[in-house]
């Protein structure tokens, strides 16, 4: 049944598109699933598979400011922020954007400020206020821009799925995956239905993060997605790793360990985007 109302959506899970400057929305309503490490994790292996040719910008949407904290570690250096590109619709864009460090070559990030969490009441008079971020990004210039979303389906994660031309949703290995994945899809499809989305953006599907292989319960997990999440489940799955938590502690990534398996993991499911999206030039 649930099946038939996800049907456009999700069949964009099995079709490739050709995209020229791709928009993707990491997002799952579900806290601390890896949303944030993941988003950091495929601008480091965009940039990687390029040969840091390309132009990675990651939006954070995020008032945690999490992968602004990873990216820009002079936070006293960040004057303005996407608060000011939804409170001022003159804004200047690119005046919000900053430059990644070493660890982030080619990476940059529109930075998110602790503030967006009054975003509702802010925008409570403006018109058409999941498209702001849409109608803001069209004069940039990226090859990949990934915007990192709150744990919430609100107005920020509606502004990022609005934006998007294609949606990746991290969750965790256990049920409340189910819950999560079909709650984006279903953010999506409500979207569409209200207009604030003309083109529906690509499914890349669920993606199973801090996965324990050899256990009962991922057994018994890997049988109830067959079974519920009827095949949108992306064929990489990220390993669970304490480097991993490291990394976030110390407001990183793990890329420079090339032959970490959780780095191995990134680097194929950044490949396997690539290849769904069709992206040129990697
Ligand atoms: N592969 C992994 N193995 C082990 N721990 C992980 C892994 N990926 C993420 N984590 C841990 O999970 C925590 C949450 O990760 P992250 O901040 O990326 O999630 P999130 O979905 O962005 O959270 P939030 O919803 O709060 O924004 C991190 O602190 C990290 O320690
Ligand atoms: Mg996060």
Redesign the pocket.
């Known amino acids: 049944m649930i099946i038939f109302c996800y049907d456009g959506i999700l069949n964009s899970f099995r079709r490739g598109i050709d995209l020229i400057m791709s928009v993707i929305a990491i997002c799952?309503s579900?806290?601390?699933?890896?949303?944030?490490?993941?988003t950091l994790s495929l601008a480091v292996e965009f940039a990687f598979l390029s040969d840091k040719k390309k132009r990675i910008l990651i939006i954070d949407s995020?008032p945690?400011r999490?992968a602004t904290i990873a990216i820009v570690k002079n936070l006293a250096s960040i004057k303005y922020t996407l608060l000011d590109v939804f409170k001022d619709k003159n804004f200047d864009i690119k005046k919000a954007i900053y430059e990644g460090t070493a660890e982030f070559p080619s990476v940059s990030v529109l930075a998110s400020h602790e503030q967006l969490t009054e975003i509702e009441s802010l925008l409570s008079q403006r018109k058409n206020q999941e498209t702001i971020l849409k109608r803001a990004i069209g004069s940039l210039n990226y090859d990949v821009i990934l915007i990192?979303t709150?744990?919430n389906n609100g107005i920020l994660t509606q502004n990022a799925l609005a934006a998007c031309d294609a949606f990746l949703v991290?969750v965790d290995h256990d049920r409340n995956a189910i819950d999560g994945f079909f709650s984006a899809v279903n953010s999506v499809e409500d979207l569409c239905q209200e207009g604030s989305i003309d083109k529906k953006p690509v499914c890349l599907g669920a993606v199973f993060?801090?996965v324990e292989e050899n256990t009962a319960i991922t057994k018994l997990m890997d049988k109830t997605a067959d079974k519920e999440m009827h095949g949108h489940v992306v064929p990489v799955r990220?390993?669970?790793?304490?480097h991993?938590?490291e990394a976030?502690?110390y407001a990183t990534t793990i890329q420079f360990q090339r032959s970490h398996p959780?780095c191995k993991a990134y680097n194929k499911l950044t490949t396997y985007i690539i290849k769904k999206l069709n992206m040129k030039g990697f």
Do not use: E, Y
């Open positions: 799952c579900k806290g601390g699933v890896g949303k944030t490490f993941t995020d945690s999490n990192d709150p744990p991290p993060t801090k990220i390993p669970k790793s304490i991993t938590r976030v502690f959780v």
